[in-house]
């Protein structure tokens, strides 16, 4: 069993920076790849990016792309997300996610297995 914990979130303005931390629990993540999904209200839960295994591939969503970066230390076990240039439209309640069957990314909330609790993220204009 894996546990995941986000820290990082808070209130900014239009602009302005958070990174975000996914620390994992019970088992290494290391091992498996990683995704950050985010939710609005009234809306479907989203992929905005995830890592794979080996952190030699990370994918985007188109809107985030230039301006969001996912990271990972092992040895911390944690899984990171930089978040700069914010906007109002990022605001979200944001989910890490570890998937055990797969060491690639996916971008399919389904393929993930573990789920953390959410970590609030709003951008004020």
């Known amino acids: 069993q894996v546990h995941l914990v986000e820290s990082g979130g808070g209130l900014v303005q239009a602009g302005g920076s958070l990174r975000l931390s996914c620390t994992g629990s019970?088992?290494?993540?290391?091992?498996?790849?990683v995704g950050w999904f985010r939710q609005a209200p009234g809306k479907e839960r989203e992929f905005v990016t995830g890592?794979?295994?080996?952190?030699?591939?990370?994918y985007y969503t188109d809107s985030v792309k230039g301006r969001f970066t996912i990271s990972r230390d092992n040895a911390r076990n944690t899984v990171y997300l930089q978040m700069n240039g914010l906007k109002p439209e990022d605001t979200a309640v944001y989910y890490c996610?570890?998937?055990?069957?797969?060491?690639?990314?996916?971008?399919?909330?389904?393929?993930?297995?573990?789920w953390g609790q959410g970590t609030q993220v709003t951008v004020s204009s």
């Open positions: 996610a570890a998937s055990v069957r797969l060491s690639s990314v996916s971008q399919i909330r389904y393929d993930y297995s573990y």
């Open positions: 019970g088992r290494t993540i290391s091992n498996y790849a």
């Open positions: 890592i794979s295994v080996t952190s030699n591939s990370a």
